[in-house]
């Protein structure tokens, strides 16, 4: 059973990530403040969930959460700056869009650079523990894999809208075949294992 808060009586926004392990397309990141009182059987950590039941989720997600808002940083951002330092603005970019200031922040993860003004808390695996950040990695991983499957139209040979960028044997083997598109992170292994 997921938490609801971390904090009796401070407004949170769970923060998390999605497309850290990918080849191709940018990172996304969802920070999301919920109502204390939430509840939805279903949600957890999206990696635990079919498409489907995303896709589900999403609307449910924006409808409840008090504030909600997305955020990408693209390829050429994360071989500038890396695929963490781009995760971590990724994740600032969306709390920055929220159109009410949470009074903490919950963060997926071990690492997070400070946002200025409100604290923050780091949980290991906290999209499997807390509702706030379960709700994130949905968003973020829902519109991450739909800006694939736009992208996918103009690159189909890549399936994108089947491998969403990551890694898998058969998007190696049209790198190597094709070479890599203006989506590509040029900056990570492109080719065998």
Known sequence: ???????????EAGCDEAGRGCLAGPVFAAAV?????FRDELLT??????????DRLRPVIEANAIAWAVASVEA??????NILRAS???????IGHLNIQPQLLLIDG???????GIPHQCIVKGDEKFLSIAAASVLAKTYRDSFMKQIHEEYPVYG????????????REIIALYGITPYHRKTFRMIGK
């Open 1 to 11: 059973m997921l938490l609801s808060h971390f904090s009796q009586n401070l407004s």
């Open 33 to 37: 403040i919920l109502p204390h009182d």
């Open 45 to 54: 950590d999206s990696k635990q969930l079919s498409e489907k039941q995303r």
């Open 76 to 81: 050429g951002t994360i071989d500038e700056i």
């Open 88 to 94: 971590l603005l990724a994740m600032h970019l969306a």
């Open 110 to 116: 071990n690492r997070f650079n400070p946002y200025p």
């Open 160 to 171: 994108w809208s089947n491998n969403k960028g990551y890694p898998s044997k058969k998007h």
